[in-house]
T-cell receptor, first 115, second 113 residues
Framework: EPEVTQTPSHQVTQMGQEVILRCVPISNHLYFYWYRQILGQKVEFLVSFYNNEISEKSEIFDDQFSVERPDGSNFTLKIRSTKLEDSAMYFC?????????????FGPGTRLTVL | GNSVTQMEGPVTLSEEAFLTINCTYTATGYPSLFWYVQYPGEGLQLLLKATKADDKGSNKGFEATYRKETTSFHLEKGSVQVSDSAVYFCALSPLNRDDKIIFGKGTRLHILP
């Protein structure tokens, strides 16, 4: 069964460094998302992406963040100048074309630790 | 605005007990409703969903009914197993095609053998 994959599973970085989190959505999906989950808290929406542009972004998704679909299969989240409070689990999701509920398929997540 | 409220955890039950995790929502329009589950060390998995009023979603013995009159989507299971231990998230999505999913805070469930 096709699934969303994410790499790396765990990323450790120093404060102020840039990180790129990678996701490979399910191949026929058209809508892509990033969410984050700070330890012990709820899952929060960051950004949605469709047709090579951002559809919606949350207040969290400021100029520090950017997304890209560089090659038609990968979907990346770049975090510039990381801060301690960026430490979280980051989930990628994708959803297929067509009618019906907005069912999103989530990847296993990347745990980002900022030291 | 749109929001989801679910019961605080942790919830601890013995194996074979009956489970209810309450969830209520606030939304404009007619959202789709979901329960996601997160097993220890893993990502989010869709457990079940319902897209309109009175729909019942079901999977792996879990059920939830979309109640528009009470704006609720409570999760139930008649007989829980140790393997059901996880964090359960109630969530909604407005009807637009590419809208974000809005999650509740999650309820941690511990099942004792």
């Amino acid at each position: 069964e096709p699934e969303v994959t994410q790499t790396p599973s765990h990323q450790v970085t120093q404060m102020g460094q840039e990180v790129i989190l990678r996701c490979v959505p399910i191949s026929n999906h058209l809508y892509f998302y990033w969410y984050r989950q700070i330890l012990g808290q709820k899952v929060e929406f960051l950004v949605s992406f469709y047709n090579n542009e951002i559809s919606e972004k949350s207040e969290i998704f400021d100029d520090q963040f950017s997304v890209e679909r560089p090659d038609g299969s990968n979907f990346t989240l770049k975090i510039r100048s990381t801060k301690l409070e960026d430490s979280a689990m980051y989930f990628c999701a994708s959803s297929p074309p067509g009618q019906g509920a907005n069912e999103q398929f989530f990847g296993p997540g990347t745990r980002l630790t900022v030291l | 605005g749109n929001s989801v409220t679910q019961m605080e955890g942790p919830v601890t039950l013995s194996e074979e007990a009956f489970l209810t995790i309450n969830c209520t929502y606030t939304a404009t329009g007619y959202p789709s409703l979901f329960w996601y589950v997160q097993y220890p060390g893993e990502g989010l998995q869709l457990l079940l969903k319902a897209t309109k009023a009175d729909d019942k979603g079901s999977n792996k013995g879990f059920e939830a009914t979309y109640r528009k009159e009470t704006t609720s989507f409570h999760l139930e299971k008649g007989s829980v197993q140790v393997s059901d231990s996880a964090v359960y998230f109630c969530a909604l999505s407005p009807l637009n095609r590419d809208d974000k999913i809005i999650f509740g805070k999650g309820t941690r469930l511990h099942i004792l053998p």
